[in-house]
């Protein structure tokens, strides 16, 4: 079985900064892909950012120049550091890791259970 949680969410004002952390364990082979998305209310899930196994970040637009994701591939960790936050950041952050397990065939995604980060003065 295979673990995905996230944690650093909260409450912050317009401008501020949050660094949130996501952390697998458990039965894993390798990691491919880790990442970020985020869901606001009555919105469809959308990608944040991502990092592959080779260090290669794709960022969604809107975040480009205030979002950095980095990676501990060591401990199979994900970072999402967020500076000039905007209320429109607003939503549920889900951390994904596209992996294989020990004994699996072929890649899956694997999903936390989510984090609120809430942009509000």
């Known amino acids: 079985q295979v673990q995905v949680v996230e944690s650093g969410g909260g409450l912050v004002q317009p401008g501020g900064s949050l660094r949130l952390s996501c952390a697998a364990s458990?039965?894993?082979?390798?990691?491919?892909?880790m990442g970020w998305y985020r869901q606001a209310p009555g919105q469809q899930r959308e990608l944040v950012a991502t990092i592959t196994d080779g260090g290669t970040a794709t960022y969604q637009g809107s975040v480009k120049g205030r979002f950095t994701v980095s990676r501990d591939y060591a401990q199979n960790t994900v970072y999402l550091q967020m500076n000039s936050l905007k209320p429109e950041d607003t939503a549920v952050y889900y951390c994904?890791?596209?992996?294989?397990?020990?004994?699996?065939?072929?890649?899956?995604?694997?999903w936390g259970q989510g984090t609120q980060v809430t942009v509000s003065s």
């Open positions: 458990g039965s894993i082979f390798i990691i491919y892909t």
């Open positions: 994904n890791a596209y992996l294989k397990t020990r004994g699996g065939l072929r890649p899956v995604d694997y």
